[in-house]
C-alpha cells in the first residue's frame, strides 16, 4: 500500500473538491498518512476523519510519506526535500503542457491571446511548476471568457485529470506525457509582482482590446482593473461582476 502526504492550502479552496474525492477514494492501493496545512480548524472541519494525521511541518510529512500530494502548497520545495520522498511529489497546476509557469495564468492567457489553456498534474522538481507530466489537457478559451471563467474551468479539469490519473500513480502504472505540437510554442512564468491591474489608457480608443484587459482583469472578491482619470482611479467592471 502507498503511504500518500498532503500538502493542502485552505486558503485555496479549489482544491476542496479534489482532497473530497481522494479521501472518499481511498483504497487497497494507498491510504493517506501524513497532513500538512495552514488552517488547522477549518481543515479539520471539513475532514474530521482526517485531524489524526495532521503534523506540524513539512519535514515529517516527507519522512511518512511514499508518495506526496501538493494540493496548492505556499512555496517550492528544494531539491534534497523533494528526493527524501521515494515517489515523488506530484502537484496540480492551471497551465496546458506547462507553458504558463507562476502565478495568474489565466490572466496571462487572456491578455497573451491564446486560443486555450488548461490544467496539468505533475511530479514536481525546484524550478516553479517544472518536472514530469503525467497528463496535461486544454480547453478552448471563449471570447467571453473572463480570468474567473478561465481559472473555474481549468480546476474543473484538474479534478477530472486526478480522478482519471491518481490510481495510476499510486500503484506506479503510468507513462509520462509529451506533445509533440507544442515545438515553437513559448513557456511564460510570471510572479505577483508583474500583474498590475491598472489598464493603460491608450486601449480606450480600441474597445476590443479595452475589453480584452477587464476581462483578464475580472475575478469576484478581487481588485478591479482600473484607469487613472486626472489622478483618480475608475474602475471597470463587466456586467454582472
Avoid: Q
Avoid at 517544472?130 to 474543473?156: P, Q
Avoid at 475575478?219 to 471597470?236: C, D, N, Q, R
Wanted: proline share 2%; net charge neutral.
Amino acid at each position: 500500500m502507498t503511504k500518500v502526504g498532503i500538502l493542502f492550502n485552505c486558503n485555496a479552496n479549489n482544491f476542496f473538491p479534489y482532497l473530497e474525492w481522494i479521501n472518499e477514494n481511498t483504497s487497497p492501493s494507498f491510504s493517506i498518512c501524513s497532513v500538512l496545512t495552514n488552517n488547522e480548524e477549518l481543515f479539520i472541519a471539513k475532514f474530521p476523519n482526517l485531524k489524526k494525521f495532521l503534523m506540524r511541518n513539512i519535514d515529517n510529512v516527507l519522512a511518512e510519506s511514499d508518495l506526496v500530494l501538493s494540493l496548492g502548497y505556499w512555496r517550492i520545495l528544494k531539491k534534497n526535500e523533494i528526493e527524501k520522498v521515494s515517489m515523488g511529489v506530484i502537484n496540480f497546476h492551471h497551465s496546458y503542457n506547462l507553458l504558463y509557469k507562476g502565478r495568474h495564468t489565466a490572466t496571462w492567457a487572456i491578455r497573451n491571446k491564446e486560443l486555450f489553456h488548461g490544467s496539468t498534474m505533475h511530479f514536481i522538481d525546484e524550478s516553479v511548476d517544472g518536472g514530469k507530466i503525467v497528463e496535461t489537457r486544454k480547453f478552448k478559451i471563449e471570447k467571453t471568457d473572463t480570468a474567473e471563467s478561465v481559472f473555474n474551468k481549468a480546476n474543473l479539469l484538474g479534478l477530472e485529470i486526478l480522478k482519471d490519473n491518481f490510481l495510476n500513480v499510486v500503484n506506479n502504472d503510468y507513462k509520462y506525457f509529451y506533445e509533440m505540437e507544442l515545438k515553437g510554442h513559448r513557456a511564460h512564468t510570471y510572479r505577483y509582482r508583474d500583474l498590475d491591474h491598472e489598464i493603460s489608457l491608450d486601449v480606450l480608443n480600441d474597445p476590443k482590446k479595452l475589453y480584452d484587459e477587464i476581462r483578464s482583469l475580472t475575478f469576484s472578491k478581487k481588485p478591479a482593473p482600473y484607469i487613472v482619470l486626472e489622478g483618480k482611479k475608475v474602475f471597470l467592471k463587466l456586467e454582472g461582476y
